[in-house]
Nanobody, 120 residues
Framework: HVQLVESGGGSVQAGGSLRLSCAYS????????MGWFRQTPGNERERVAT???????RYADFAKGRFTISQDKSENTLALQMNSLKPEDTAMYYC???????????????WGQGTQVTVS
């Protein structure tokens, strides 16, 4: 039974930081790509950052220099450190896993329930 559970969302002022965490279980992270995505009402879910099974990192342009994705395979956790937050970063943030980092967002296999981030 695959589970991804996000935590760490909340409200923060512009310029502040948040650290999101995702605890996962039920599949082998040695063959899965993991990522963070976000979505605002009325908009499509977008990719924030991914980390491949080999440790390769990819970031959306808006995330470069501000966000850092990391994974602790010994603890089965995925994290997203977000610094210099902006009001436009306000969204529901999701943790996800898929065999292929390059798959379109709507094809990713496993998803968490999301955690809300609000920047004012």
């Amino acid at each position: 039974h695959v589970q991804l559970v996000e935590s760490g969302g909340g409200s923060v002022q512009a310029g502040g930081s948040l650290r999101l965490s995702c605890a996962y279980s039920g599949y082998s992270d040695s063959v899965y790509c993991m990522g963070w995505f976000r979505q605002t009402p009325g908009n499509e879910r977008e990719r924030v950052a991914t980390i491949g099974s080999n440790g390769s990192l990819r970031y959306a342009d808006f995330a470069k220099g501000r966000f850092t994705i990391s994974q602790d395979k010994s603890e089965n956790t995925l994290a997203l450190q977000m610094n210099s937050l902006k009001p436009e970063d306000t969204a529901m943030y999701y943790c996800a896993a898929d065999p292929y980092c390059s798959n379109p967002v709507n094809k990713w296999r496993y998803w968490g329930q999301g955690t809300q981030v609000t920047v004012s």
